[in-house]
Nanobody, 121 residues
Framework: QLQASGGGLVQAGGSLRLSCAVS????????MGWFRQAPGTEREFVAG????????RYSDSVKARFTISRDNAKNTIYLLMNRLKPEDTAVYYC????????????????WGQGTLVTVSS
């Protein structure tokens, strides 16, 4: 089970950190990722990390602003979002891929409930 939290309302240029708690298994068994979906759009990949955290992948739209990290001892994945823009407004979801090195967005197969991030201009 995946539970995302940490969303909220922030002004453009601000920061937020999202968390995703993994339960019912060890997060170290999975590659983990963050996706987002804005109203009227399809869900899009934001960032992913392999089981160890040693490899990451980002979408071009968030590269250099967002950082994904994980603490397997706490079964938690994080997404630090800096220099937020109004276009970052979306529901953010965490996801898991049972392939521990799998960062292909289409391979993520387990999903949690999302957390809403709203960036005001």
């Amino acid at each position: 089970q995946l539970q995302a939290s940490g969303g909220g309302l922030v002004q453009a240029g601000g920061s937020l950190r999202l968390s995703c708690a993994v339960s019912g298994g060890s997060s170290s068994s999975y590659a983990m990722g963050w996706f987002r979906q804005a109203p009227g759009t399809e869900r899009e990949f934001v960032a992913g990390t392999v089981w160890s955290g040693t490899m990451t992948r980002y979408s071009d739209s968030v590269k250099a602003r967002f950082t994904i990290s994980r603490d397997n001892a706490k079964n938690t994945i994080y997404l630090l979002m800096n220099r937020l823009k109004p276009e970052d407004t979306a529901v953010y979801y965490c996801a898991a891929n049972q392939h521990p090195y799998g960062l292909e967005p289409s391979d993520f197969e387990f999903w949690g409930q999302g957390t809403l991030v709203t960036v005001s201009s």
